[in-house]
């Protein structure tokens, strides 16, 4: 079956660039959208990006002067980087594979999740 | 403030049936097909419907969901205690090109 596996440092000073890798098991990730989402202790979601497996993403507003998901089909693997982050970047941190449904007017919707890393920025 | 309004709790005794709303706009739910989380907690969320009302692969079909007009709901009957968690909407945002989740609605089964 499909797994995710998320990795990279669990505390990031302020300012810094928080990077972290998604490792895909069980499927190529050279085919769907790779998702990565946010959860704040305590709080809701937050969608942070995705990637096609052709290379091409698409960011959340919000974040997206910040924000770059890259992908490594050779390690099938997918990565986030957030840069100049503050302790409003603390949050659990997962990556999803990423469905388009069966219509033309789909919304995407993650079908299968990384169990999720906590990052926590402080100094 | 989340872009999908939620209840932020509901309880019902086990067996019954629980209704679970998300309230949005035209922008999101009025345009746009809506999915449905479920998470445990301590644990990842876990997609239960997506298309507004088609269950995700394995689903039971205790879980149902329906759109009308900017608003959607999740419901579950033959509430069980393992289906105590938190539950989310999500859906696309037109004007905010984004996808969009509810504050999320913890069910607690009495």
């Known amino acids: 079956q499909v797994q995710l596996q998320e990795s990279g440092p669990g505390l990031v000073k302020p300012s810094e660039t928080l990077s972290l890798t998604c490792t895909v098991s069980?499927?190529?990730?050279?085919?769907?959208?790779w998702s990565w989402v946010r959860q704040p202790p305590g709080r809701s979601l937050e969608w942070i990006g995705y990637?096609?497996?052709?290379?091409?993403?698409t960011y959340n507003p919000s974040l997206k002067s910040r924000v770059t998901i890259s992908l490594d089909t050779s390690k099938n693997q997918f990565s986030l980087k957030l840069t100049s982050v503050t302790a409003a970047d603390t949050a659990l941190y997962y990556c999803?594979?990423?469905?388009?449904?069966?219509?033309?007017?789909?919304?995407?919707?993650?079908?299968?999740w990384g169990q999720g890393t906590m990052v926590t920025v402080s100094s | 403030q989340s872009v999908l309004t939620q209840p932020p709790s509901v309880s019902a005794a086990p067996g019954q049936k629980v209704t679970i709303s998300c309230s949005g706009s035209s922008s999101n739910i009025g345009d746009n097909y809506v999915s449905w989380y479920q998470q445990v907690p301590g644990t990842a969320p876990k997609l239960l419907i997506y298309?507004?009302?088609k269950r995700s692969s394995g689903m039971r079909d205790r879980f149902s969901a329906s759109k009308s007009g900017t608003s959607a709901t999740l419901g579950i009957t033959g509430l069980q205690a393992g289906d105590e968690a938190d539950y989310f909407c999500g859906t696309w945002d037109d004007s905010l090109s984004a996808l969009v989740f509810g504050g999320g609605t913890k069910l607690t089964v009495l």
């Open positions: 990637i096609y497996y052709s290379g091409s993403t």
């Open positions: 069980g499927d190529s990730i050279s085919a769907y959208y």
């Open positions: 298309d507004n009302n």
């Open positions: 999803a594979r990423t469905n388009y449904g069966d219509y033309a007017g789909s919304s995407p919707a993650f079908d299968i």
